[in-house]
């Protein structure tokens, strides 16, 4: 489901779709996905609104994709056979994604 958001970092309205929450001492952030601006974000519990009308009708601008036939790799060291390997990964590690960013720029 399709939140409205304030976005701290913006500085404007935006719609996100929830991802988790975190507990802090006074109140709760929600780490949400911001669907216009492809971008994921800190927002505290007391700057949501659903949305009314229109507006939950309107297409995003950004959606979440990924790289066609591309699964994420990481080194894998053995130390006791003192080897190294490249294997299958559950995640991209941040290397890889800040490399992928710099082609891309």
């Known amino acids: 489901q399709v ?3 304030f976005s ?4 404007c309205w935006c719609r996100a779709v929830f991802q988790s929450v975190q507990c802090h ?7 949400c996905f911001l669907v216009d601006y492809a971008k994921y974000s800190l927002v505290e519990s007391d700057n ?8 939950t009708r309107l297409p995003y601008r ?9 699964k994420p ?4 060291l ?3 056979e003192n080897t190294a390997k490249i294997g299958p990964a559950k ?12 082609l891309l720029k």
Do not use: M, N
Request: net charge positive; with cysteine; aromatic share 14%.
């Open 3 to 5: 939140y409205v958001v």
């Open 8 to 11: 701290e970092e913006l500085k």
């Open 25 to 31: 001492v006074v109140r709760y952030q929600l780490r």
């Open 48 to 55: 949501i609104r659903v949305p009314v009308g229109v507006f």
């Open 62 to 70: 950004a959606k979440k994709c990924s790289l066609y036939c591309t």
């Open 73 to 76: 790799v990481t080194l894998h």
């Open 78 to 80: 053995d130390f006791c």
């Open 91 to 102: 995640r991209w590690d941040t290397a890889a994604i800040q490399h992928f960013r710099g």
